[in-house]
């Protein structure tokens, strides 16, 4: 090779020069030293608007108000069936007589109520909290994450998501009326419970 010129583009070299001006090539024999860029070359950074738009790409779809509503539907007749179950206990008992039109209701109702608050409080919290998803959930594909970077969240978040339900269901003559509201007007799809909980539902 001519020492005198790059042999990539053919650019004159100053003598002693380690690498092309030009286009940053290194001269024959010669090895950048550790920490030693060469001279017009060029590191690319990606910019802040790459990342971004990189970040947005890949992320995950948010889930409206009509496929978590199947969700919901799936698990409401979950636990349904299985109140309906314990209400053949007996515990849960109401009769009406007939004569008197006076109403007796058996001593172990309310535990019965209690029960039934205690399972679907930990349907939803070890099932959200263990994967993200109740079998609800599981039949749609979809899951819960958290809203930062969609990871798993932990048991203490499916918790609050849980316990906010309460106000998601009102009114509770049409129940998750408000919630269907919250997620409408959220801009990441969040109900009350995925507000506070800094939770979002995503495709799974």
């Known amino acids: 090779m001519d020492e005198d010129k790059c042999a990539q583009c053919g650019t004159p ?7 092309c001006v030009a286009c940053g090539a290194v001269f024959t024999g010669q090895a ?13 950074a990606p910019s802040a608007a790459t990342e971004t738009q990189a970040h947005y790409a890949a992320a995950p779809l948010l889930q409206g108000v009509a496929i978590r509503f199947v969700a ?6 979950i636990l349904a069936s299985i109140f309906l179950i314990l209400s053949f206990s007996g515990a ?36 959200e909290g263990r994967n993200g998803q109740t079998v609800g959930k599981m039949i749609v594909k979809i899951k819960v994450a958290k809203k930062a970077d ?22 509770f003559i049409a129940p998750y009326l408000l919630g269907a ?23 799974s």
């Open 13 to 19: 070299a100053s003598p002693g020069a380690h690498y």
């Open 150 to 171: 969609y990871s798993p969240i932990t048991y203490s978040e499916a918790a609050v998501r849980t316990i906010l339900r309460i106000i998601d269901l009102i009114p």
């Open 32 to 44: 950048p030293q550790a920490g030693q860029e060469a001279q017009g070359a060029s590191v690319y």
């Open 181 to 203: 509201v919250f997620i409408w007007a959220s801009e990441h799809k969040q109900r009350l419970g995925d507000r506070v909980a800094h939770t979002v539902v995503i495709q």
């Open 72 to 77: 919901q539907l799936v698990d409401v007749i």
């Open 92 to 127: 849960g008992t109401i009769t009406i007589d007939a004569s008197t039109a006076q109403v007796s209701i058996s001593p172990f109702f309310g535990a019965l109520i209690l029960i039934d608050v205690i399972i679907a409080f930990l349907y939803f919290t070890l099932l």
